[in-house]
């Protein structure tokens, strides 16, 4: 399958948080602790055809810029190991937008269709995928005045 490339990640996090972001190559975002937000995508058909994985930094990072909040919100959020409520509503926003590069690039209209914070619980199928090797873009995105975080980008045949 198809992903995106960095450049159409880029443009969704910059065009969404009106700010300079920075990418480059990252390490696969782990279901570890602390644990990061994860997002799936289907097809039409209701068949899984991606999962984003984006760490905690990164969804306080984004989460805080795309409210105009200022970063200590962020940073206490990173530091506590613990998401806020706002800031992940803000992250799962960005993630629904990453719906459209996705489709573009895999040429199947996707959608979002779950989303899951830090503290749910990820069903056994999802996390399998996210650690899938293959058909996935890791990276690392530097939001200005913000801060650094990860994001993994998985793709697969349908599922």
């Known amino acids: 399958m198809d992903l995106p490339d960095r450049k159409q990640i880029k443009d969704v996090f910059e065009g969404l948080l009106g700010r300079?972001?920075?990418?480059?190559?990252?390490?696969?975002?782990?279901?570890?602790?602390?644990?990061?937000?994860?997002?799936?995508?289907?097809?039409?058909?209701?068949?899984?055809?991606?999962?984003?994985?984006?760490?905690?930094?990164?969804?306080?990072?984004?989460g805080a810029a795309l409210a105009l909040m200022p970063k200590g919100g962020a940073e206490a959020a990173v530091e506590d190991w613990r998401l806020p409520a706002n800031l992940y509503e803000n992250a799962a926003e960005i993630l629904n937008v990453l719906a459209a590069p996705l489709g573009e690039a895999s040429g199947v209209h996707q959608r979002l269709s779950a989303t899951f914070a830090p503290t749910d619980p990820v069903p056994a199928h999802v996390v399998a995928w996210a650690a899938t090797l293959g058909a996935r873009e890791d990276v690392s995105l530097d939001i200005q005045g913000y801060g650094t975080g990860s994001l993994s980008v998985v793709g697969g045949h349908a599922a």
């Open 20 to 62: 300079d972001v920075a990418i480059r190559d990252g390490r696969p975002v782990l279901m570890d602790i602390p644990k990061p937000v994860v997002a799936t995508y289907v097809d039409d058909a209701h068949r899984l055809r991606a999962v984003v994985v984006m760490d905690l930094a990164l969804a306080a990072h984004a």
